[in-house]
């Protein structure tokens, strides 16, 4: 399983079974979760720019543009945010 999913599990010793190995995993997986919901919210930024200009002038599909753009970076701050803490609170325990 080691070979399917590298990334979930780096850092873990798969060698021995032992429940040692579950944290390791679990901050893994968080931490992917974390790089996915950033990248999705870049590109919901870039495609929220790119309605902002083919609207034409349209004060609906303006303010839906703003309105992605606004919540598409609170997303990312909110990602980045939980990425810090994590990480900072996992450095604490390694």
């Not at 979760?33 to 950033?38: C, D, E, F, H």
């Not at 990602?79 to 900072?88: Q, R, T």
């Amino acid at each position: 399983m080691n070979d399917l999913f590298p990334s979930i599990f780096k850092g873990a010793d798969l060698s021995s079974n032992s429940i040692a190995v579950i944290p390791i995993i679990f901050a893994n997986i968080i931490e992917i979760i974390l790089i996915l919901s950033g990248v999705l919210a870049v590109i919901m930024i870039i495609w929220a720019g790119i309605n902002y200009v083919i609207s034409q002038g349209d004060p609906g599909r303006i303010k839906s543009a703003k309105d992605t753009i606004t919540y598409a970076i609170f997303g990312l701050v909110l990602s980045a945010g939980a990425f810090l803490i994590i990480e900072f609170i996992l450095g604490r325990f390694r």
